[in-house]
């Protein structure tokens, strides 16, 4: 069970959050060209391990956070504001 | 300003008829439908301590932090998400808590009103923690939860604003109004092991 | 090797059936082979299989990491059917239907196809539009379809509760010819008959980069050592980024997990499939007997087997509004299986960037059904290097070329397909 530490609303369950996937994915320079934006739209890293990605508090606090979970373990490291920065261990 | 219906009328009119529910015994819950104006106050985008002054200057209450709820002798200020909050007062008139918000926070913040979207309820009395966690995934336990706390989230899959008044203990619970009835039906369902005294409306 | 028939299973009674022979070989590795599989699957099996039949290539190895069958094909609901929307996907899955159809006779292997019907239940007239809409296209390629009012849909699952407050049932799409199969044992059978026509099976060697010079394969690094191949093809559900990854390719999937569960042995109360259209949930009934259920995946990224407890409630729920009588029904077993979910929720079978190297992957929840014609159009691909007419749209391609074939219409949000 995932329980995430809403850093607005505490530890919640997770079924009070909608998962919005990849928070590495940036959006490029409108001028970027084709193949950018393919890879921003498309094209995931899809780790077997940790995973630094949005979940939105739907039900609670209406933001969307940044979670650092672990795909294999479903281990959750660390949450944070959309705005700050989390950095995935290394493998 | 009305859009609908010029009087708020709450669908728990219906659905919640006053007297006993459930079983028989001492250690019961009271459930009862509050009017309530409520009004959604927004800061506007870097305008966070303006409204925080205004509010505590014109309204005579401070803007509580995450996980908690400010009250006045006339009003309450309930945290709902960073830089908003809900406030509940007594209802008086169409539009009155909108009207008197607008007022004191001027340019400071958005001022939406949700009398008519949101339905308020109190369960009160020794079981009520133990009605709430059948159906809500926080800890109420006093330790952990408190008069003064509050939470926006699901209890019996309904998305509610929950707050705790006392150490009855009472909670407030409000949740959209298209929703209150089913919220009633699932939380007398809840509460008919204890028995539950529904009171007329506020 | 024998043949299965009713006669061997009489000749070997008398010795207690304890004298069959293994059904396939346990062979080291080879140093090289023409074609290379990785993923020991039923779709890695079974395009070992069609390698053989179809194409004569028979110097053909299928690595699997640990025993055959035990990914996604020994963990799915066996929900075996042709009835899409798009006409990119008609000819594909119904051909896969016709396979299944004769697949028992072909393998000699008794997969335990049971084509009972799989209905779809409408519960809106928006979606009966949508259902009715999606059944006039199957026809319109020759693929049966029948839509149900509610007295059809009543006779043909009685436990249905047509008139839940919340969601009455108005009607259903029957496709008659869909149905299920055993999954063990068509892995099983595609092992023995791959085997059969010499087709090395290597279990419990994990495939772990694929050397690639000049932008061609030259083969796999196991955990056995280096296996040379002309040709690679990758059959590795829920895992096919992370190998296209090795030889440097990046694709348009996501892993996720899907649960499933089985119930206590029953009385026979379900002979169809059911699914239900107003929330995530399907149902069918075992030989054995065990309701065999699950819904929509869990909706995060995962490589574990195992799911969260909110698609539970989802899925269990769900049930008992369709069908009352489940509320009193014990689960025995509930597990997870990791699949690809690409960002139009279609599959993908084709050629790659890197020469030599194909891909059969992508196949969210619904690849068992899909296990012979992958297995038939990979082989083809791999074999021809070119596609086949049936999985001619399947490419990574679509995605860049604005060719995507989403049935959901969800766009590129893998959770939501
Ligand atoms: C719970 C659940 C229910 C489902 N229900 C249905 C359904 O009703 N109908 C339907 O049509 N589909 C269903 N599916 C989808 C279906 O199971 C899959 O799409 C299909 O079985 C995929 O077949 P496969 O042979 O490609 O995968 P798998 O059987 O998973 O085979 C892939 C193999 O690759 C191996 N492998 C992975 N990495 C490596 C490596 N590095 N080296 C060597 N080997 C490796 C794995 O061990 C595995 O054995 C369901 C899936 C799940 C999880
Ligand atoms: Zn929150």
Known sequence: ?91 | MPVSAPEPRSPLVQALKPGRHGAVGARQVTLRAYRRSLVQLQARKGRAADLATAVRQGLGLALPPPGRAETSPTLAAIWIQPSAWLLCAPYLAEGDLARSVRAAVGSAGAVVDQTHGKSVLRLSGPTARAVLETGCRIDLHPRAFAPGQAAATPVGHIDCILRQLDNAPSYELIVASTLAEAFVDWLLHAAAAYGCEVLPPD | MSRYSAFQLFVNAFTGHRSWPRAWRDPAPKPAYDVVIVGGGGHGLAAAYYLAKEHGITNVAVVEKGPIGLGNTGRNTTIVRSNYMFPQNHHFYEWSLKLWEGLEQDLNFNAMVSQRGVLGLFHSDAQRQVFARRGNSMRLSGIDAELLDRDQVRAFVPLVDLDNGRFPVMGGLLQRRGGTARHDAVAWGFARAADRRGVDIIQHCEVTGIRVAGNRVQGVETTRGFIGAKKIGLAVAGNTSRLAQMAGISLPIESHVLQAFVSESLKPMIDCVVTFGAGHFYISQSDKGGLVFGGNIDGYNSYAQRGNLPTVEHVWSAGVTMIPALSRVRVLRQWGGVMDMTMDGSPIICRTPVENLYIDGGWCYGGFKATPAAGWCHAHTIARDAPHEFNRHFTIDRFREGLMIDERGAGPSPWLQ
């Open chain 1, 1 to 91: 069970m995932h329980r995430i530490d809403c850093p607005w609303c505490g530890v919640r369950d997770e079924i009070e959050f909608a998962y919005r996937g990849d928070a590495t994915v940036k959006r490029p320079e409108a001028g970027a060209g084709v193949d950018a934006f393919y890879a921003y739209v498309y094209e995931r890293g899809n780790p077997r391990g940790w995973h630094i990605e949005w979940w939105h508090h739907a039900a609670g606090c209406r933001q969307w956070i940044k979670v650092l979970r672990h795909t294999l373990t479903h281990e959750i490291r660390a949450t944070a504001k959309a705005g700050d920065t989390v950095t995935a261990p290394k493998p």
